[in-house]
């Protein structure tokens, strides 16, 4: 199986500021099938990147993905309050696993 | 619009059986495999299993060993889950959620608002 880590556990940005979320994984990750979420408390998780870098429909352009083989990155050029919530990264190359998430806390 | 609504939660005590439903609109749900995915409180999310768009073809976790079913009604756009020999650890929230391929990609583009599954004594 494929484990994936991400990091930092918790980020604490101010709004306006770049938010930059790690995800690695133990083994290359399969045509870069990766995928980030966001989730709300109370709410299910919402798609907001597959394939690494593309943007699943409805996201704003300020969410990116990028990265390859391990290692991918979730970027938030300009956090908004409402970003306040856990990332969770996703490989789907081999069956389907998650991260441990990031928690993202607007100051 | 897509929704997608669970129902069949409750608490039940350990190794007792429960059937989740998960009924599907805004969409032709003949055309999309169907996963359950769930997710113990204050964990990340740990796929459960896939049904193919036509019910054809079936995957589960590792950790299901046997003790769960999924199944579709295209005719009633529902997708089931059937648990049994239900364990304290299988306690969650279970979603339902959409692939969005013909054949499963195993990433979710729309998710339902969960049920809750308690198993406790």
């Known amino acids: 199986d494929i484990v994936l880590t991400q990091s930092p556990a918790i980020l604490s940005l101010s709004p306006g500021e770049r938010a930059t979320l790690s995800c690695g994984a133990s083994q290359s990750v399969s045509n870069n099938y990766l995928a980030w979420y966001q989730q709300k408390p109370g709410l299910a998780p919402r798609l907001l990147i597959y394939g690494a870098s593309t943007r699943a429909t409805g996201i704003p352009d300020r969410f990116s993905g990028s990265g390859s083989g391990t290692d991918f990155t979730l970027t938030i050029s300009r956090l908004e309050p409402e970003d306040c919530a856990m990332y969770y990264c996703?490989?789907?190359?081999?069956?389907?696993?998650f991260g441990p998430g990031t928690k993202i806390d607007i100051k | 619009q897509v929704q997608l609504v669970e129902s069949g939660g409750g608490v039940v005590q350990p190794g007792m059986s429960l059937r989740l439903s998960c009924v599907a609109s805004g969409f032709t749900f003949s055309d999309y495999g169907m996963h359950w995915v769930r997710q113990a409180p204050g964990k990340g999310p740990e796929w459960v299993a896939v049904i193919w768009y036509d019910g054809s073809r079936r995957s589960y976790g590792d950790f299901v060993k046997g003790r769960f079913t999924i199944s579709r009604d295209n005719s009633e756009n529902t997708v089931f889950l059937h648990m049994e020999s239900l364990r304290a650890e299988d306690t969650a929230f279970y979603y339902c959620a959409r692939d969005p391929s013909l054949s499963p990609s195993y990433h979710f583009d729309h998710w339902g608002q969960g049920t809750l599954v308690t198993v406790s004594s």
């Open positions: 996703q490989q789907y190359g081999s069956s389907s696993f």
